[in-house]
């Protein structure tokens, strides 16, 4: 990592305007995915995080597919928008990180912990989310610029249909990354960090 943790967390941005260029060699995302697989957090270890890279002309098809869906329910006016929005913001990107949940994995979890089973879908959602933005600021300081994106549930059938996603797996995110083309807009704080927290204890002893 070029920089310190705390500088690459504030680095991370989202890009809506991408490049399909490799910024890096492709083995390098990938063993950056399996190094977070391996590492990050899940309530009772249950490691139900799985993910799918879709790169060059598959993460085309990706976005194509999630164009196809929105073509019919979007009216045809607003369309033409949609289209230019997802073809320069996703599909011109480099590839598609796709985030699941391994609904298997956490069932087995509501029956091993019966105690705790109503908290499982929250904290499947929780772990899911330590991943992406993990993974979100691991591409950033690859030198990716990337986003994270909702299509799903709109487009699940179909995405397991082509690439013959295990049906245990519940799609939570999709997260396109490409070279940036875009410098991300300044940051607006709702409202400053020293009022969205509070301290008790003595500072000087921290
Ligand atoms: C849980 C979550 C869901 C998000 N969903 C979307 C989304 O569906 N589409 C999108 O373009 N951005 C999405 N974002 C990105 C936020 O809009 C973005 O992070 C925020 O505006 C701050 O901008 P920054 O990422 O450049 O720091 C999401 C972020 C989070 C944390």
Redesign the pocket.
């Known amino acids: 990592m070029s920089r310190d943790f705390i500088e690459a967390v504030a680095h991370?941005?989202?890009y809506?305007h991408l490049d399909n260029r490799a910024v890096v060699d492709n083995s390098l995302v990938v063993g950056m995915m399996d190094e977070l697989l391996a590492t990050m957090p899940s309530p009772f270890n249950v490691q139900s995080a799985r993910m799918v890279l879709l790169l060059d002309e598959q993460h085309r098809e990706l976005w194509h597919i999630v164009l196809e869906t929105l073509r019919h329910i979007t009216p045809p006016e607003r369309f033409e928008r949609t289209k230019q929005k997802v073809e320069r913001a996703f599909m011109a990107g480099h590839g598609t990180i796709l985030f699941y949940e391994d609904e298997d994995a956490l069932n087995r979890m509501r029956e091993n912990f019966p105690l705790y089973a109503e908290n499982v879908a929250t904290w499947s959602e929780q772990s899911s989310?330590m991943m992406q933005f993990a993974v979100w600021t691991a591409l950033e300081d690859m030198g990716y610029g990337a986003?994270?994106?909702?299509y799903n549930p709109l487009i699940d059938k179909a995405v397991a249909a082509r690439w013959l996603i295990n049906p245990d797996w519940k799609l939570i995110?999709q997260m396109p990354f490409g070279a940036p083309l875009d410098s991300?807009?300044h940051?607006v704080a709702s409202n400053p960090p020293h009022a969205r927290r509070l301290i008790f204890g003595d500072i000087e002893k921290i």
């Not at 986003?147 to 909702?150: C, D, F, G, V």
Request: charged share 25%; proline share 8%.
């Open positions: 991370r941005r989202s809506y989310g986003s994270l994106q909702h995110a991300p807009a940051r």
